[in-house]
Structures are given as structure tokens and as C-alpha cells.
């Protein structure tokens, strides 16, 4: 079979199937879950493969699901992943009750990736292509409710907070070559995909003062946590003129704990942020000052100071061989005024962390309006959003295993991954 029937038999399997797709997204839409929480949608996720008799992995990282279609050991295998969970947004139109919304739209991922899954087992075409296709549904993208993922650490349930963190140490990637993902693109209406443009990294950190209670009537005989923890925020702020703006260094700290009653000298004030960077280097530089300053403003007290670091995200870097296969894709679906390049993207996100150790990318797509985590934040192009994405994601898998997967097997050749697996591991246990 030609590549052109090939693609011509994904688009009618997507375009006969594109209701039950709509359906996918509508119902992970109104059955928001947040991470490593995301049941209803791992199990909507289970009965999609049961139903295109798609063998699958079930639990990974709590709560996630990876089939695999085909079955060529020695091929190589690209990666399709939808992000299952949602984020806190009161007043979303389809918030839960307790205020729970798909406001980033992981919706629309999973109902992408599924819709690919749906094409690319109906349609055949697996047999006419030179390797495998995972789909893999993955938990816990938003890094939020720490305490809850506290708790299933202590537990043993899980070693790390971002479900991508959790299953590349659970090795879940160990077989994949490349994988890909398409994004919402924000207050973006058209059928528009933005390519190559980049995530930043962070670096979250817990930061405790402690100095000596006394009576607010005798503040020479106490040690002011709260005058320290003052002090640190302006040694960070005086800081950010040594930054570069290509680096990206976004520094965003809050008081969480200023002191306990008003007429007793501070002991203990708590600060948490994020330290954010363009790159592994820019997020050091970064926390470097955020340290200088902590451990000068106790010093400066006499006060004693605690940090302690949770790893973030690190940031994207795509593979440039691989963007290049669904940019032309595009073209060929959408036409080449479609395609925005190099689009700077403020936020942080898990995918980051593999692209570091695979050939990785995270499109975005139009469809969407509103503000990404905001309550007015929808999917108002359906056929965009949900229909268009499955199409881009089943026609570029297909494009890369076709004729010996050679163009799969050129973009696993062109990678020079930034972490070995192992490194990466020792990067997360801050080895």
C-alpha cells in the first residue's frame, strides 16, 4: 500500500469515527479528575483498547494506561500521550462541585490520542507499516496538591510528583523511541498548530526561618524569623538585574506562614517558590541567587534557615528531525499558512523531563478560546480541537514507520539526548 492510501484510510477511519471521538472529549470533560486521582478517565481509557481488542499495561504510575499496537520487537515504537488530569478552576463552565476543570485542555489530548488509536487499529494500516504505536493515557501532568502526593510518597505509592517523572522510573518508557503530544493552544480559534517553541523548567523550594519567640513588647530578647525571611525576598528582587532575558529566570515567591499571633516575635516563617529557567543552567543560576539570599538574610538575623527542593519540570527541548515530520503533515492537511513557529510558552510541564531523554514533541493546537487554567477557557472549534488533533497524531506515526520506518529511524539517530536515563534518575534523587 502506498503512503497516500495509507494516510487517505486514517482520515476516513477518523472521519467515520469522528462522533465517538467528540464523545471521548465530552466525557472526560465532564468527569474532571486531578492527578494520580484521574479513575474515571483511566477506566473510559481501558474500554476504548477492550473495545479495539488493544492489549494493554494497567496500573502504571497509579492510574495510567499504555497500549501497544503491533508487535515488531526489533522496530521502532512512537509514543502517542494524553494527559488525563484536570486542575482546581472555580467558576469553569464544566468545574465539578468541588471546582475541579479541564481549564488546560487534557481533554482534548486524550481525546486525540484515543482518536488516533481508533483510526490507526480500524484502519489496518498497521500491517503496512515497519514498527509499533503506543498510546499511552499518563497522569499528574499539573504539579499541584502536594500534600495529597506527600502522602502517596510516604505511602509508597509513588516516588515522584509528575506522573511522567513517575513512569519513566517505573521504566513504562523503556520501549518507546519517540513520543509525541499535542497541546491546547490558548484564545487561539483557528485551525492554526504552533511548532517548535519551548516550556520553561522550575525548580520547586520549601524555605523555613527560624529564629526566637519572644513577647512583641521585648523584641530584643527574640530573633526575628519574619525580618529575615524580609530580607531574603530583597536580596532575591536585587537579583533580577543580573538575569539575561534569554535565560528566562522567573523567580515568584509567597509568604506561606508569617508568624503565629500578632504580639509575639515571628520564630518561624515559611516561603515557597518556584525558580523558573529556559534551560537546566538558567534554573542553577537562578536558585544560586534565591540560596545567596536565604542563607545571607539568617545570617544577617541570626537566624538559622531549612530549604528543602522538590524537582520540578525540566525545560522543553524538542526534537527539531521529529517536528519537522508533523510540520509537513500539516502542510499537507491544513496548508503551510496554518504553522507558527517558535512561539514562547511561559508555563512548565512534565514533558520537559522526557524530552531529555527521548526525541520529543508538544505541538499546540487551535480550537481552543480563553486563557489556559482560566474559567473561560473552552474548546470552541470541536472539529479543531478534538478531530483535527487525532488526524495530525495518527497521520505523523503513520509517516514515520512507512517505508522501514526510515523516518523514524533518521530522527532516533539524530538524538543526542541531555540525560542518560541514569542521569536523569540521579538528577531526581538529587545525586
Do not use: W
Not at 531529555?356 to 474559567?375: A, D, E, R
Not at 509517516?399 to 538528577?427: C, H, I, R, W
Request: aromatic letters at 6%; glycine letters at 8%; proline letters at 4%.
Amino acid at each position: 500500500m502506498t503512503l497516500a492510501e495509507i494516510k487517505n484510510k486514517i482520515i476516513n477511519a477518523i472521519d467515520e469515527n469522528k462522533d465517538e471521538i467528540v464523545k471521548i472529549a465530552e466525557q472526560i470533560l465532564n468527569n474532571p479528575e486531578t492527578g494520580y486521582k484521574e479513575e474515571k478517565t483511566s477506566a473510559l481509557t481501558r474500554k476504548v483498547f477492550d473495545s479495539l481488542s488493544l492489549p494493554y499495561q494497567y496500573p502504571l504510575a497509579k492510574t495510567a494506561v499504555k497500549a501497544t499496537l503491533g508487535e515488531k520487537s526489533d522496530k521502532p515504537n512512537v509514543c502517542i500521550i494524553g494527559e488525563m488530569d484536570a486542575l482546581s478552576c472555580n467558576g469553569h463552565p464544566f468545574a465539578s462541585a468541588d471546582g475541579i476543570a479541564h481549564a488546560c485542555g487534557h481533554h482534548a489530548q486524550m481525546a486525540a490520542m484515543l482518536g488516533a488509536a481508533i483510526a490507526l487499529t480500524k484502519s489496518g494500516v498497521i500491517n503496512d507499516l515497519d514498527g509499533n504505536i503506543s498510546f499511552f493515557a499518563v497522569p499528574a501532568e499539573e504539579f499541584i496538591e502536594l500534600e495529597y502526593r506527600k502522602s502517596l510518597k510516604d505511602e509508597g505509592e509513588i516516588s515522584y510528583y509528575g506522573g511522567k517523572q513517575q513512569l519513566i522510573s517505573e521504566g513504562a518508557f523503556d520501549d518507546v523511541d519517540m513520543a509525541l503530544m499535542l497541546h491546547a493552544q490558548p484564545n487561539e480559534e483557528k485551525a492554526n498548530v504552533y511548532v517548535r517553541g519551548y516550556n520553561l523548567g522550575f525548580l520547586a523550594k520549601t524555605i523555613t526561618f527560624r529564629g526566637k519567640a519572644a513577647h512583641g513588647s521585648k523584641p530584643f530578647e527574640g530573633t526575628n524569623a519574619l525580618n529575615a525571611a524580609a530580607l531574603s525576598l530583597i536580596g532575591i528582587h536585587s537579583n533580577r538585574d543580573t538575569f539575561k532575558e534569554e535565560d528566562r529566570i522567573r523567580i515568584h515567591p509567597i509568604i506561606t506562614k508569617g508568624g503565629d499571633v500578632v504580639n509575639s516575635i515571628p520564630d518561624e516563617v515559611c516561603i515557597e517558590t518556584y525558580v523558573r529557567g529556559a534551560t537546566f543552567e538558567a534554573i542553577k543560576k537562578g536558585n544560586d541567587a534565591v540560596m545567596r539570599s536565604v542563607n545571607g538574610a539568617a545570617q544577617m538575623i541570626g537566624a538559622t534557615v531549612d530549604v528543602e527542593d522538590v524537582p520540578g519540570y525540566l525545560p522543553l527541548s524538542e526534537s527539531l528531525e521529529l517536528s519537522e515530520v508533523i510540520e509537513n503533515i500539516c502542510k499537507e492537511v491544513i496548508g503551510n499558512d496554518a504553522l507558527i513557529y517558535n512561539e514562547p510558552v511561559t508555563g512548565s510541564s512534565d514533558i520537559g523531563d522526557l524530552s531529555y531523554v527521548l526525541p520529543t514533541i508538544q505541538p499546540s493546537i487551535g480550537g481552543f478560546s480563553g486563557n489556559l487554567h482560566g474559567k473561560e477557557f473552552v474548546a470552541s472549534n470541536k472539529e479543531t480541537a478534538y478531530v483535527l488533533s487525532a488526524k495530525l497524531l495518527a497521520l505523523t506515526a503513520a509517516e514515520l514507520l512507512y517505508d522501514g520506518a526510515k523516518k523514524a529511524k533518521a530522527v532516533k539517530e539524530s538524538f543526542k539526548p541531555q540525560m542518560t536515563k541514569d542521569e536523569y534518575m540521579n538528577y531526581l534523587k538529587g545525586e
